[in-house]
């Protein structure tokens, strides 16, 4: 049965007519003085009594029908706007003769707008006493039966619209994804940060080891990719004089969706001229933290049942400690058998062995990453892995790059920007000579190297994953839920 063979919806059509009929307009242009629902309740539900009627104060409120209980001439419903919900109390002889004959035509789901006045009922129910009625949007799809939220979770996902209207935990989950936003520019704002705009179409990917999305412009009949980071350009703008920069972007990536990934994802990335990655781990547990505060009015939140403690100073552990720790292995001492050895042993897709620092960061992803429970940063990681990182001023087999965990999962990423131009070429050149064995390895970006040529200064880069900070911060178990439309599989 196709969506318009739908019974319900052909009454409802029917209805639709039926208002056309009585010279109705369904779909009117304004409905203006809106009351805001949470803020009429808020002002009177504690002073009323029971049964007692205020009409001195009289409100016009607007929301979508969302339940309804007739009882002869009098009637009671519930209205929804986007701040909160409502009883409401009608008895149709006091409506004039369209307001009445409105609302004997009305469906759960339409959108109607009311004038009338505060009371609390018999019961002790703080509502509305309706005086006029007026259909605004009449609805031709039906609600989730009951009103119970969406179960289905495909359904939920295709179709935010339902889940959004019948779901309030689902609602305040996005609304706090826009507070941690808003929280992540005051932060950033108020350190002298300006807020940049970089390319979403870009002639050549960089910045992350992703496979991009590529297209094509006519226009100019060349090639071009869906930004996999924003990275190499706001460094050109750090090498032109702006010192603290930062984008909230998004980016695509085409690879595996799972409950940590989807390929279109909002990332927030900041560089700050004159720091390196040490200042910058002060800086992101700082804004982490700032954050969970602000938005959740802790330091402390719980994820799938576990408490989450993002109060400073969170622990430090490099790459190389947690595989002696994780993985039982010194990789000081191992051999590149014995290491790929470990990895087949833990679960490697790889058949044989490959490059070194290559190797010991999937041994450690392998059998650290699920342990990192609690605020940790990952440190001085292989300098395989990291073209546009700083060699490691300690050791010159690593570079200078943390990534924060929380719940076993990567929030981020971040360096002592490389901004030596020879090193940096001599990085390019080595990763543009593995793509043909890695997809996912850089082009060579001569632009991005003439830029570094002209001089950028000594610069920490931090990459936060916005999504995994609101899936900790609402404890929500997938990034499917804390994004409005993810991508999805077509259906027939």
């Not at 496979?211 to 412009?217: L, S, Y």
Request: proline share 5%; charged share 30%; with cysteine.
């Amino acid at each position: 049965m196709s969506i318009q063979d739908n019974p319900l919806r052909a009454e409802k059509r029917k209805k639709l007519h039926a208002l056309r009929e009585k010279g109705i307009n369904p779909y009117p242009y304004v409905f203006e003085n809106k009351a805001k629902i949470a803020e009429v309740v808020k002002e009177h539900a504690a002073t009323l009594q029971a049964g007692e009627k205020k009409p001195e104060f009289a409100y016009r409120i607007a929301g979508r029908l969302m339940t309804l209980r007739m009882m002869g001439k009098a009637s009671f419903f519930n209205l929804q706007d986007q701040t909160g919900s409502v009883q409401c109390y009608v008895k149709t002889e006091e409506l004039s003769e369209q307001d009445r004959a409105a609302f004997e035509l009305i469906d759960l789901g339409d959108i109607v707008g009311i004038d009338g006045f505060v009371f609390k009922s018999q019961k002790g129910e703080f509502s509305i006493y309706v005086k006029s009625f007026q259909i605004l949007t009449k609805s031709l799809e039906p609600l989730p039966e009951k009103f119970h939220g969406v179960q289905d979770i495909e359904i939920k996902y295709r179709h935010r619209h339902l889940d959004l209207m019948t779901d309030p935990d689902s609602r305040k989950v996005f609304e706090t994804r826009s507070k941690i936003v808003k929280e992540v520019r005051r932060f950033l704002d108020d350190r002298g940060f300006m807020e940049v705009e970089t390319p979403t179409l870009q002639p050549l990917y960089g910045g992350a080891a992703a496979t991009p999305f590529t297209t094509h412009h006519k226009a100019l009949d060349m090639k071009l990719y869906m930004r996999i980071s924003p990275e190499l350009y706001l460094k050109r703008l750090i090498v032109g004089g702006f010192e603290k920069v930062y984008e909230i972007s998004k980016n695509f990536r085409n690879e595996g969706i799972d409950r940590t990934h989807n390929p279109e994802f909002s990332l927030l990335e900041y560089y700050e001229a004159y720091t390196d990655y040490n200042y910058q781990m002060k800086q992101f547990e700082e804004i982490i933290s700032t954050i969970a505060l602000k938005v959740t009015g802790s330091m402390k939140v719980t994820y799938q049942g576990t408490e989450i403690d993002f109060t400073p100073p969170w622990r430090r552990l490099t790459v190389f400690d947690g595989i002696r720790e994780y993985a039982k292995m010194d990789p000081d001492k191992a051999t590149d058998d014995e290491i790929f050895a470990a990895l087949k042993k833990h679960g490697t897709k790889e058949t044989k062995p490959y490059r070194r620092g290559e190797m010991l960061m999937e041994l450690f992803e392998l059998t650290a990453e699920e342990h990192l429970i609690q605020p940790t940063f990952v440190m001085d990681h292989p300098v395989e892995i990291s073209p546009l990182t700083k060699i490691h001023r300690r050791d010159k087999r690593l570079v200078e790059r943390f990534e924060p965990f929380a719940a076993g999962m990567e929030i981020g990423n971040a360096y002592s920007e490389l901004n030596d131009p020879e090193d940096q070429l001599a990085r390019l050149k080595e990763q543009e000579a593995q793509r043909g064995e890695d997809e996912e390895a850089h082009p060579m970006d001569e632009d991005f190297i003439l830029a570094i040529d002209a001089g950028m200064p000594p610069t920490g880069g931090v990459g936060i994953g916005i999504e995994r900070i609101v899936m900790l911060m609402t404890d929500r178990p997938s990034i499917r839920d804390i994004i409005f439309f993810p991508t999805m599989r077509i259906t027939k």
